[in-house]
C-alpha cells in the first residue's frame, strides 16, 4: 500500500540546534515535494518545495533533502529556535497538482 | 501575498442540518482548490479537488451528494456539508493553487465542525 511517513513522535531540541525531520514514503514516485508548517488550529503554510531531480533546496535557515533512491526526504532547521516549535507536514505530489501529506512531526524547540 | 480565508472560522450545528463553508483568495486567481478534513493528530485528508467553472473531483470514500463543493469563481470556493452528523465533526481546511503550472497551494485558516 502507497504510505508516507513521518516521525509519530515529537521532537525536542535545545535551542540552538538544527532540528532534522525526516519524511520517508512507499510506493510513490512523486515528481514534488514540499514542506509545510502548522500551528495547532491553523492551515498549513508553505515552506519549501523541491523536485525530483533536485538534491537539496535552502532557503534561510531551512534545508531540504530529496533522495528518490531512499524514497527519503529530510528536513532541516538550523540555529533553532522556540518560535520554530510547530508540526511540521511533507507532502508528495501524486497527480496533477494533487498532494497527499503525512501525519507530521510536532517539533518543540526548548529555551 | 497569497491569502486564502475560510468562513466561518467555526460553526457548532445540529445532526440533521447543513452548513456552509466559504474559502475565498483575496488577492490572487485560483484556478483550483482543495478541501481537506484533519481529525485530531491525524494528517489532511484530501477530499476534493475543485476547477472554477467545472465539477469538482472527489476522493474515492468521499461521498458527493453530501459535501458538495461549488467553485462559483476564480476567488471563491464552497463546502455544503448536507444533513450533518457527529461524525462529520472535524478541521476543514481548503487550500488554492495560484495559477495554472503553480505547484505550491495556499490553505486557509481552517473551519471547526461540531456537530451536536
Known amino acids: 500500500s502507497q504510505k508516507i511517513e513521518q516521525n509519530s513522535e515529537a521532537l525536542n531540541i535545545q535551542e540552538g540546534k538544527t532540528a532534522t525531520l525526516t519524511c520517508n514514503y512507499t510506493?510513490?514516485?512523486?515528481?514534488?515535494l514540499q514542506w509545510y508548517r502548522q500551528d495547532p488550529g491553523r492551515g498549513p503554510v508553505f515552506l519549501l518545495l523541491i523536485r525530483e531531480n533536485e538534491k537539496e533546496k535552502r532557503k534561510e535557515r531551512l534545508k531540504v533533502t530529496f533522495d528518490t533512491t531512499l524514497k527519503q526526504s529530510l528536513f532541516h532547521i538550523t540555529a533553532s529556535q522556540p518560535a520554530d516549535s510547530a508540526t511540521y507536514l511533507c507532502?508528495?505530489?501524486?497527480?496533477?497538482?494533487?498532494?497527499?501529506f503525512g501525519t507530521g512531526t510536532r517539533l518543540k524547540v526548548l529555551a | 501575498g497569497a491569502v486564502v480565508s475560510q468562513h466561518p472560522s467555526w460553526v457548532i450545528c445540529k445532526s440533521g442540518t447543513s452548513v456552509k463553508i466559504e474559502c475565498r483568495s483575496l488577492?490572487?486567481?485560483?484556478?483550483?482548490m482543495f478541501w481537506y478534513r484533519q481529525f485530531p493528530k491525524q494528517s489532511l485528508m484530501l477530499m476534493a479537488t475543485s476547477n472554477e467553472g467545472s465539477k469538482a473531483t472527489y476522493e474515492q470514500g468521499v461521498e458527493k451528494d453530501k459535501f458538495l463543493i461549488n467553485h462559483a469563481s476564480l476567488t471563491l470556493s464552497t463546502l455544503t456539508v448536507t444533513s450533518a452528523h457527529p461524525e462529520d465533526s472535524s478541521f476543514y481546511i481548503c487550500?488554492?493553487?495560484?495559477?495554472?503550472?503553480?505547484?505550491?497551494?495556499?490553505f486557509g485558516p481552517g473551519t471547526r465542525l461540531t456537530v451536536t
Open positions: 507532502a508528495l505530489r501524486v497527480g496533477t497538482y494533487k498532494y497527499i
Open positions: 487550500s488554492a493553487r495560484p495559477g495554472k503550472r503553480a505547484n505550491e497551494q495556499y
Open positions: 488577492d490572487f486567481q485560483a484556478t483550483t
Open positions: 510506493n510513490y514516485s512523486p515528481a514534488y
